[in-house]
C-alpha cells in the first residue's frame, strides 16, 4: 500500500478549455494500470474544447450544474450523482451550466507505449454551441 502525496491544482490551459477550469490529479495512471482520474472544477460557463478519448471517457458529477454534450447531439444537462459514459472515438465537451460551478471526476484510461495519443484536443466550444444548450 501507498499513501500518494497530493499534487498541486493545476490551472486548466487556455489551448483545452475556455474559462476558468481547475483539476486534481488524482490517479496518473503509473503501469501496470493506465487508469487516469482528475477532478475538475468548472466556473459559470466554463468548458472543454471539443475532444475525443481513445478509450472512452467517464464523468461521475460531484456538484453543480454542468452540460455536455457528443458532437451532432443535444446539449444535456447533469446534476450530482449523474454518470455519463462518450465511448472511445466519441467527439464531445462538458463543462459548467451558466449560473452554476460543477465539479466531475473526469475517468480514462491512457494507452500503451506506443499506442497513439489518449486524448485528441479540437477546436473550442463557440459562445453559439455552448449557448444552444
Not at 447533469?78 to 472511445?88: A, E, Q, S
Not at 466519441?90 to 489518449?118: D, S
Request: proline share 6%.
Amino acid at each position: 500500500m501507498e499513501i500518494q502525496a497530493k499534487l498541486p491544482s493545476t490551472k486548466g490551459p487556455a489551448e483545452m478549455f475556455t474559462g476558468d477550469v481547475w483539476f486534481d490529479v488524482i490517479a496518473k495512471g503509473a503501469e501496470p494500470s493506465r487508469l487516469r482520474v482528475n477532478t475538475v472544477r468548472f466556473a459559470p460557463c466554463a468548458r472543454t474544447a471539443w475532444h475525443t478519448h481513445a478509450a472512452g471517457q467517464t464523468l461521475h458529477v460531484t456538484e453543480g450544474v454542468g452540460l455536455v454534450q457528443s458532437r451532432g447531439g443535444d446539449v444535456v444537462v447533469m446534476k450530482p450523482g449523474d454518470t455519463v459514459y462518450t465511448p472511445p472515438g466519441e467527439w464531445h465537451w462538458h463543462g459548467a451550466a451558466r449560473e452554476h460551478f460543477m465539479t466531475h471526476m473526469a475517468m480514462w484510461e491512457a494507452l500503451g507505449e506506443g499506442q497513439g495519443p489518449e486524448t485528441q484536443w479540437g477546436e473550442h466550444v463557440s459562445d453559439e454551441e455552448y449557448h444552444a444548450g
